[in-house]
Every structure is written in C-alpha cells, then in structure tokens.
C-alpha cells in the first residue's frame, strides 16, 4: 500500500467521523450549524496541550500537560461538548433558520480570532505541535509501521462512529431529532421538550467533531489557524449533502465522493488549456480549483438534488386512521 | 478628550463605508427575503475592478465607477443565477442561505485562481490630514464621508420618490401583494440587486483604498461586520441598517481604543470581529427585529 493511500485512508476516516457528527445537526436536527469547525478545532487544540508536554519559551499556551493520548482524546471530547453547551444553549434557545447560522458563524469566528490572537491560549498564530505518533510506542512502532497504525485506529473509529449512529438513526432519539427537524411545533404538540432535545443533538454532533479533531491532531501532529478556517465547513456540508442529508450510508458515500473530488478532482487541471494562461505557478491554483468545485457541487446539489444521492427513507404512516364507519348517526 | 474625538473620526470613516455595505445587503435582503451571504464578494469584485482600472487609467473616478459598475454586475449576476432561481424554485430561506454561502466559496476561489491570494497593495496618497470641526480626517477620509452621505441622499429619494422605489418598498413588504397589484416582482429584485451592487461594489472600493491593500477573501471578512449593522438595524430596513451601520462603525473603531487592561494593555484591532459579533449576538438574543424597533419577538423561520 503506498503511503498516498495510507493518507487519503487516514485523512478520509477521520472526515467520515466529521461528516456523520455534522449530519447529527444539519441531517437529523435540522439546523445549519456554521460553529461546526470550531468543535473540531477545540478537540484538536485541547488533544495537543494535553499531550505535548509544558510550553518552552517563547511559545505560551495553556495546561501543557503529558496526559496519555486516550486519556486526552476524551478531555478534548468534553470540552468540545462544553463550548457547543454554551453556543447551543444560547444559539438554540429561539433562534431558527438563518439567525442560528449567523449567530454560529459569529460564535466560530469568535473562537477563530481567540485562538489566532489571544497567545496565552493556544500560543496564537504559531499554534501547536509536538504531537508524534501518540500510542505508538506502546506498541513499540517506528515511524512507518506507525502510519498504518494509525490509519488503522482511524478506521476502526470510523467504523465504530457509524455503528453508533445508525443506532442512534432508528432509535427514539434519532426518530425526535427528526420531528424536530419537520415540524417542531408539531413535536412540542406531542410533548417534546425542543430546547432540551435539540440541545442533546448539538452535542452529540459536537462530541464527535471534537473527537475527529482529536484524531486529526494526532495525523497532523500539530495545529494551528492556519490548519482550520471556519468556512471550511462547506466541504463537510457538501459530503452530506452529495451523499444523502440524514442517511448515514448517504453521508458515507458522500465523504467518499468528496474525498475523491478534494484528492483527485484537480490532478489533471495543470495541463488544461487556459487554466495555465493565469498563474500556474501559484501552489494556491490548485487548492482553489479545488474549493470552487466543491462550492459549485454544493449549489447544484441544493437546486437539482436536495436530498443527495441516497435520499433518507421517509417514514410513512402504515396504518393511517381510517374514517370510521360503524357509528350511529348522531341524533339528539 | 482630544484623542477620542480623533478615534471617533476614523470611526466616522469606518461607519460610512459600512453604512453604505450593510444598506446594500439589507436592500437585497429586503426585496428576496433571504440573506445573500455572497454580498463580500460583491465588495471584492468591486476592489478587483478598480484596481485595475486604477492601474490602466490612472483615475480615482474611472476606479470607482469599475468598481461600482463591476459590483451591479456581480449582483445581478448573483441574483438571476442563484438567488432568483432559487426562490423560483421554492427553497426556504436557510437553503438560499447556505446557496449562497457556497456561491461565496466559489467565488473566493475562481478570484484566487485568476488573482491569486496574495495580498494586492492598493495605496493611494491620502493627502495631508486636515482639521475638520473637532476630527482630524485626510482628504480621503473626507470624500468617503461626503460621497457616502450623497449616496444616502440619492438611494432615499430612489426610494421614496421614484416609482422604482415605490415598486420595490411594495415587494419589500409583500411580495405576492405586490405581484396582485401587477408588479413584476422578479424584475423589481433584478433592479433592486444591480443597484446594491453598484453600492457595494464602490463601498468596496473605498474600503480597499482606506485599507490599503487586499486579498480575495477580503470582502468575506466586511460582510460579517456587515451582517452585524444590519441586523443591529433591522433585516430589510434600509434607513434602519444605516443607523446600525453608524453605531456598528463607531462601536469598532472605539472599542479597541479604550484603555482596558487586556493581554497587555488595549484591545487589540484584531478584535474586531469577536467584538462585532458579540453585539451581533446580543442583538439578534434581545432585538432579533433590529435596534429600532420595539417588539422583543422570538425569531421562528
């Protein structure tokens, strides 16, 4: 197996986690998260300082802990949760439609500019790193074995996540968060508590975004501002929504999809004609072309084919009420 | 004393370029009901053109017309290739919103692609500061003011006076209303993007120039300052965003100039867009319907 394919495997289990804990928002719950990628970068970040040991001067950041890395990933997983607690309980509280996305983008921003400025942090700018091969002296591992290694874990994880959540898909959980996502009023008809609801969907959603920033920081080995930027958040909205808004089969076709389009889709543009009248010798070109693909997908999925390629299985009533025939007329 | 009535000055610049940014996308807002979050690009695009306008002509007026023609262009283009279809097509407000967001990322994209993404210097001489009542603004400072106060002047007599401007209060507030009475409403929205455009596309041009340089994505980061003014002032209300618009504007420029002990000393400018969006967020919390307004209403879609 070339070490390409042990990356693009890597780096697509660890989108795949994003994807479905996104689709626990966006695909169930209904709401268009854009704070998503903050959740990601919190477990990232939060899985750095707690394992790469105390800051040496002049880099500054908080805890710096030398914690095992399991023990860390579910540190990060918590306080992922704990900031997605305070933006969704605000956010989520009366806020629909577009005033929850904007006031997400602002949250995410918030945290974007904190972790960019605010060095004492995350050590501003420079960010982290100093995250190598975590577990992999456990097993005694050199640097090689330990790429397969960790391509496995991710995978293994990966599958594990998607386990959960078509569990969670046909539970009575799953079947409210959709309600919800119809006719909340509806649902509040029938008793449910929306607020609280909706809120346990935000963190689950959350929960794994921080633990695929987890994972991510230990295949990164480091991060940094430069390594998130919040709209990156479309390119997970475009694998949910290609694949199947709401299906988990759907959405792991779509990270597949999109994994293929963010690795492949760009390899032969260099050579077209046109594209090298501007220039090529900009390293940029290519992520750009890539990016404006995957924004040109995510539109013409939205007008021609809104619910993706496997459509989420509506469910129907399959004993509908029936008028009833067998009463005496009413006479007073 | 003297010092804050200087700040307050720049804020006077900021709030103009601003005001004219955010009461374009509340004029968008206001005839489609959906949020176009693309609207920074309209801004970049308008940069983009008068640089090179700039560059070939050597004139400030031939940039800044580019720069608005280019952004009436955008818009229209924005409006009749995703907005409008969109709508036509019966997507909900948050599906336009989320359109539109990746139309955003297309467009960032396609400009770093043909420009590249490396900061474009846009200096231009601003010529000596000059005493103006009790602010100190340069010859720049003063004709983005005065060109944004005219502006404003124009865009209400459009508005209140035209029939265009008649037509497009009625789709405003009622589209199908409107469409009964025998306005064509698709056309009126078409109308009413090129001119924002043609606002933001200049609002662009004066941003880039007070700035000083700029990048493909520069009109991203505006439009979610943007986005705070006009919801401080009330989605779709033109006159309202203004106001927000000013408030939002000083608010900025003020903020990170008070002596708060903070990481060493003041905020730092870099805050901006954490401080515009914590207002964003008390607003949209405790006024969801704008500053103006008196309703405290829960925000349902």
């Known amino acids: ?332 | 004393m003297h010092a804050a009535l200087l700040t307050l000055g720049f804020g006077i610049v900021t709030a103009s370029i601003l005001a004219l940014s955010a009461v374009a996308f509340t004029l968008q807002y206001g005839v489609t009901n959906v949020a176009n979050v693309s609207h920074g690009e309209i801004l970049t695009i308008g940069a983009y053109a008068a640089y090179l306008v700039h560059q070939r002509t050597g004139s400030a007026p031939a940039a800044a017309l580019a720069a608005a023609l280019a952004g009436g262009l955008t818009a229209l283009a924005m409006y009749s290739s995703v907005i409008g279809p969109f709508i036509h097509f019966g997507a909900s407000p948050t599906v336009i919103f989320i359109a539109t967001l990746g139309l955003s990322f297309v467009i960032q994209n396609v400009l770093v692609i043909i420009f590249g993404a490396s900061n474009v210097a846009y200096n231009l001489d601003p010529g000596a500061p000059q005493q103006i009542g009790p602010f100190l603004l340069n010859p720049l400072d003063q004709q983005i003011v005065i060109s944004a106060i005219a502006i404003t002047v124009v865009l209400f007599f459009i508005i209140s006076r035209t029939k265009f401007g008649k037509a497009l209060r009625a789709v405003s507030q009622n589209r199908e209303l409107a469409r009964v009475t025998g306005i064509n409403a698709t056309r009126v929205a078409a109308a009413t993007f090129f001119l924002a455009g043609l606002i933001a596309g200049y609002a662009g041009f004066v941003l880039a120039e007070t700035v000083g340089s700029f990048t493909p994505y520069f009109g991203f980061g505006f439009f979610l300052i943007t986005l705070t003014a006009a919801v401080a002032g009330g989605l779709g209300r033109a006159f309202g965003t203004m106001a927000g618009a000013v408030i939002v504007g000083i608010v900025l420029e003020v903020v990170p100039a008070l002596p708060v002990p903070f990481v060493g000393g003041y905020i730092s400018a870099s805050y901006n867009l954490a401080i515009a969006f914590g207002i964003l967020a008390l607003v949209i919390l405790f006024r969801p319907r704008g500053l103006f307004t008196n309703a405290r209403r829960t925000v349902f879609e």
């Open chain 1, 1 to 332: 197996m070339s070490a390409y394919l042990v990356s693009v495997l890597t780096e697509g289990a660890i989108f795949g986690i994003m994807a479905l804990g996104l689709n626990v928002i966006w695909g169930w719950s209904g709401d268009f998260d854009l704070a998503y990628y903050g959740y990601i970068a919190v477990g990232a970040y939060m899985t750095l300082v707690l394992t790469i040991g105390a800051p040496i001067a002049p880099a500054q950041y908080i805890l710096g802990a030398t914690l095992p890395y399991p023990l860390a990933v579910v540190i990060a997983v918590i306080s992922a949760m704990a900031v997605a607690l305070v933006v969704g309980s605000i956010a989520l509280g009366h806020l629909r439609g577009i005033y929850f996305s904007i006031v997400t983008l602002g949250a995410v921003y918030v945290m974007y500019v904190f972790a960019g400025q605010f060095v004492p942090l995350f050590d501003g700018y420079n960010g982290l790193s100093g995250l190598f091969d975590p577990m992999g002296d456990w097993f005694g591992l050199d640097y090689f074995s330990y790429q397969y290694f960790l391509m496995g874990l991710c995978l293994v994880m990966f599958a594990l996540v998607y386990f959960l959540m078509s569990r969670v898909s046909s539970s009575r959980f799953g079947m409210a968060l959709r309600t919800l996502r119809e006719d909340e009023r509806a649902a509040a008809a029938f008793g449910r508590d929306i607020y609280r609801l909706k809120l346990k969907g935000y963190l689950l959603g959350a929960a794994l975004g921080g633990f695929a920033g987890a994972l991510f920081a230990a295949y990164l080995t480091a991060f940094n501002t430069s390594a998130w930027s919040p709209i990156e958040v479309i390119v997970l909205y475009s694998a949910v929504l290609v694949g199947g808004r709401g299906n988990i089969r759907g959405v792991a076709l779509g990270v597949v999809i999109m994994g293929l389009i963010v690795n492949e889709s760009t390899r032969f543009l260099p050579s077209l004609p046109g594209v090298g009248a501007f220039n090529t010798d900009h390293p940029q070109v290519l992520l750009a072309a890539r990016g404006a693909i995957i924004g040109l997908v995510l539109v013409l999925f939205l007008r021609f084919r809104p619910q993706g390629l496997l459509p989420e299985r509506r469910f129907v009533d399959r004993q509908p009420a029936q008028p009833a025939t067998d009463v005496a007329p009413l006479t007073a």
